[in-house]
C-alpha cells in the first residue's frame, strides 16, 4: 500500500513563498513521476508540476513556471515544491501524486497511480 503524505502548507501573504514536500512509503517503483496538482474551491482539480524520479525531467503549468520549482529527493522517495512570488490565485489545496511511469504522461494526461490527502496553502491579499 503506498501512502503520500503532504507537509508545509499554510497561510502566506501576497508576494511570500512557501515550500511543500511529500513523503512516499509503501513500495518501491523502477520509473516514476512524482507531481502536484491544486484544487481551488468551486474549480476542478489542476496540474501544477511533475518531475521525474531521476530528478531529469521536470514540466510546469504555465501559470507557475517562473514561480515554482519542483524537485525530487529519490533516496528519501521525497518531492518538493518550492513556491515563490504567491498570490490569491495560487489558494488552493494541494495534492500530491505519484506515477508508476513517466512524467511525459503525468503531464499531459494528468495520469497518476496514487494521491496523498492534500494540504491547505492559502494565499492572502
Known amino acids: 500500500q503506498v501512502q503520500l503524505v503532504e507537509s508545509g502548507g499554510g497561510l502566506v501573504q501576497a508576494g511570500g513563498s512557501l515550500s511543500l514536500s511529500c513523503i512516499a512509503s509503501g513500495r518501491t517503483f523502477s520509473t516514476y513521476a512524482m507531481g502536484w496538482f491544486r484544487q481551488a474551491p468551486g474549480k476542478e482539480r489542476e496540474f501544477v508540476a511533475v518531475i521525474s524520479g531521476s530528478g531529469i525531467v521536470a514540466y510546469y503549468e504555465d501559470s507557475v513556471k517562473d514561480r515554482f520549482t519542483i524537485s525530487v529527493d529519490d533516496a528519501n522517495s521525497t518531492v518538493y515544491l518550492q513556491m515563490n512570488r504567491l498570490n490569491p490565485e495560487d489558494t488552493a489545496v494541494y495534492y500530491c501524486?505519484?506515477?508508476?511511469?513517466?512524467?511525459?504522461?503525468?503531464?499531459?494526461?494528468?495520469?497518476?497511480?496514487?494521491w496523498g490527502k492534500g494540504i491547505q496553502v492559502t494565499v492572502s491579499s
Open positions: 501524486a505519484l506515477l508508476d511511469g513517466v512524467a511525459q504522461r503525468m503531464r499531459t494526461t494528468r495520469a497518476h497511480d496514487y
